[in-house]
């Protein structure tokens, strides 16, 4: 599917396409969230409504595509260089923030931990061009996230059992 994110109504198209995903497929598998444009003029020759719209589909598009991508998305950490072409770890943190939240963000987004790609890349597609595997309705790609879905499905089953009673009271008589 794609996005119209150049129009007046770029966030309603945004939660109303996600959730025709979620509604059709009931999962996400694949973002490729690469709004932007340029517009190629002197700053002050730049008229403000341009910018401003230029600025609004290439920041706010991409956080609101992503933010509604999460949503149903899950992922894990793979090692790539995508984290050394985007994030700048020269920086130390001040000693007042050691050990803070900045910090612990440096250590989730490690530069050599993570799940090898190429492995993940094979096991999808032996995945995919096997009909009988369960994996092909929800596939859970590296270690560190098997926790946090073990997590949601401890609190889903809570929430499930604490329902129970309520749901056997309201069948009719």
Not at 35 to 46: D, F, M, N, P, Q
């Amino acid at each position: 599917m794609v996005l119209n994110l150049s129009s007046q109504t770029r966030c309603q198209e945004i939660k109303s396409t996600f959730a025709k995903i979620k509604e059709t497929f009931g999962r996400l598998d694949v973002v490729y969230n690469y709004a932007g444009y340029g517009i190629l003029v002197v700053a002050e020759a730049t008229l403000n409504d341009l910018a401003r719209d230029m600025f609004e589909v290439n920041f706010w598009g991409l956080v609101n595509v992503t933010k509604k991508a999460v949503g149903i998305l899950a992922f894990g950490n793979f090692k790539t260089n995508a984290l050394q072409t985007i994030l700048n770890f020269d920086f130390k943190s001040l000693p007042a923030y050691e050990g803070g939240a900045v910090d612990r963000m440096r250590g989730a987004f490690s530069l050599t931990a993570g799940a090898d790609p190429a492995k993940a890349a094979r096991e999808m597609y032996s995945i995919a061009n096997d009909p009988g595997s369960l994996s092909r309705v929800r596939l859970f790609l590296g270690a560190d996230i098997i926790p946090l879905v073990k997590g949601q499905i401890k609190q889903l089953q809570e929430v499930t059992d604490a329902s129970e009673p309520l749901a056997a009271m309201l069948n009719s008589d």
